[in-house]
């Protein structure tokens, strides 16, 4: 279950200083953030944001949301809940892990891993940011016992220690923040795309498809301490294949000639593949 009575995660962007409070988020210098009615904090200090609405768009976002909650990914959030209830543990024994998730997007992964634990009736305090707007207004109204923000992985508004478990999921990873934010001995769980994520769609979109390179990277301040590969088949209908297409990195790069065999496709069978590698807090 995801416990909303957990101490709030959430540090002034602005000074550092804990936030407290109900509504509005306060901190000791006297700097106040309104709740959104969805229930999330806009904790993006104008000053930080380089354009006016950073981010996915609320389009993106909700063809992101209809592919994801189609559940062509469900092997993936079946496979982080567990992991997550694996590799999760407060340093307090009996008190919830403290799970934040570094750039949610519309928090279907939340739900996946909030389902996970309230199957194994394991208490979670949840906390999730990303830095698009309409995302994490999804993400909260779908996840009401969660705490939400709008807020930037590399200036991340979440109090130092605060995390028994990071999780991201092909968001900007922000090395030195995660360090600072995660307890010692708390893990980072990352997710990559494996060696075939995706393969048959990148044989209609290039002419010379390629497999995804198994990198072994090394991030200081991080002892590698595991890795699961999760991999299945799916078929999309011509319906979900934009979206897909627009979640993926070739959305960007691709020559019109491939974008224009894809769309007039009516399905695609293809391999989906992630690899979730985990890693330990040194120190
Ligand atoms: C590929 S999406 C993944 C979203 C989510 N983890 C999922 O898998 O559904 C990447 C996300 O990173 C977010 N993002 C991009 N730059 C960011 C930043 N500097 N700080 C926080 N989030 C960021 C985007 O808004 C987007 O939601
Ligand atoms: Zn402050």
Not at 43 to 68: C, I, N, W, Y
Not at 87 to 115: H, M, N, T
Request: glycine share 8%.
């Amino acid at each position: 279950m995801v416990s909303s009575d957990f101490a709030s995660p959430w540090q002034c962007p602005l000074c550092g200083a804990p936030l407290e409070g109900a509504a509005p988020l306060r901190c000791a210098a006297g700097h106040s953030f309104d709740r959104a009615k969805e229930g999330y904090w806009h904790l993006l200090p104008v000053q930080k944001m380089r354009t006016h609405s950073p981010g996915d768009s609320k389009e993106m976002v909700a063809a992101r949301r209809a592919f994801l909650e189609g559940d062509y990914y469900g092997s993936f959030g079946r496979a982080l809940g567990v992991l997550c209830l694996k590799e999760g543990q407060s340093a307090f024994p009996g008190q919830p892990v403290k799970l934040l998730d570094a750039g949610c997007g519309e928090g279907w992964y939340d739900r996946c891993i909030a389902a996970a634990f309230a199957k194994a009736e394991q208490p979670l305090a949840l906390a999730g940011f990303d830095i698009a707007k309409p995302a994490v207004r999804l993400a909260a109204r779908a996840l009401p016992g969660a705490e939400y923000a709008v807020a930037s992985s590399f200036h991340q508004p979440v109090r130092t220690g605060w995390a028994d478990l990071v999780v991201n999921i092909f968001s900007p990873f922000a090395r030195e923040e995660f360090l600072r934010v995660l307890r010692p001995g708390g893990k980072l769980i990352y997710a990559v795309p494996g060696p075939e994520h995706l393969y048959e769609m990148k044989a209609v979109l290039y002419d010379t498809p390629y497999k995804n390179p198994v990198q072994q990277v090394e991030y200081p301040g991080f002892r590698a301490v595991g890795e699961q590969l999760v991999e299945d088949r799916i078929t999309v209908p011509a319906s979900q294949l934009a979206a897909l297409f627009a979640m993926t990195p070739y959305y960007w790069r691709t020559p019109r000639d491939g974008a224009q065999r894809l769309s007039a496709l009516e399905s695609l069978t293809t391999q989906i593949s992630f690899r979730f590698l985990v890693f330990e807090r040194e120190g």
